[in-house]
């Protein structure tokens, strides 16, 4: 069964740019989720899915921060203007549940390094 | 505000010997706690979940204790190999609530 596939591995931008991450969740997986885990930190969820609906967006930074999933499959997660708080490792994982069951096994991609100069 | 403490940044055992990290949480009650591994430029693995009614899970070498009353979980992995070095993460949550990881503890495992 193919993983999870996150796109690019590693960016470099200068701040105030803007940046773009894509994910590909494994093949009838409904929930999708995107974290940034900077150096040292676990993971922090910054937006959830179910299908192409927001199940909870709480920690998302909006004022720069936005989030689709279109079709209810692949996502984007897009940082605009970016700040050099923002330098971390963007992680998308998947779950084949909707919603938080107890065996709801997540399964994460490789993840996106990113580096605010 | 929840907060998790996993007991150390780092952990060097022997090759053979057990490993035993622990993963204390605070200002909440999480029903279930999973095990997560992640090694150097990968995402997180899923290892085990335990509920807060089973006292002890096993998985091959690995076992996990879950106490509520002391608020902590405790990750085993016997016969420790290199192979298990790596950073192993803890997330406490309650069902109903997003997963919240701890930092997490690098376990590097010396031959």
């Known amino acids: 069964e193919a993983g999870v596939a996150q796109s690019p591995r590693y960016k470099i931008i200068e701040k105030r740019q803007s940046v773009a991450f894509w994910c590909n969740p494994i093949?009838?997986?409904?929930?999708l989720y995107w974290y940034q885990q900077i150096l040292g930190q676990g993971p922090k969820l910054l937006i959830q899915f179910q299908n192409n609906g927001v199940v909870d967006d709480s920690q998302l930074p909006k004022d720069r921060f936005s989030a689709e999933r279109l079709k209810g499959v692949d996502s984007t997660l897009k940082i605009q203007p970016a700040k050099l708080e923002d330098s971390a490792v963007y992680l998308c994982?998947?779950?084949?549940?909707?919603?938080?069951?107890?065996?709801?096994?997540?399964?994460f991609g490789p993840g996106t390094r990113l580096t605010v100069l | 505000s929840q907060k998790i403490e996993q007991n150390s940044e780092a952990l060097n055992i022997q090759e053979g010997k057990t490993a035993t990290l622990t993963c204390n949480y605070t200002n909440y009650s999480p029903a279930y706690l999973q095990w997560y591994r992640q090694d150097p430029g990968r995402g997180p693995v899923f290892l085990l979940l335990i509920r807060e009614n089973e006292k002890e899970k096993r998985k091959e070498r690995l076992k996990v204790t879950f106490d509520t009353t002391l608020k902590q979980s405790l990750f085993h992995i016997t016969a420790s190999q290199p192979a298990d070095s790596a950073t192993y993460l803890c997330?406490?949550?309650?069902?109903?609530?997003?997963?919240?990881f701890g930092k997490g503890t690098r376990l590097s495992v010396i031959a």
């Open positions: 093949s009838g997986h409904a929930t």
């Open positions: 994982a998947s779950s084949l549940y909707g919603g938080l069951a107890a065996d709801n096994e997540q399964f």
């Open positions: 997330a406490p949550f309650s069902g109903n609530t997003p997963l919240v």
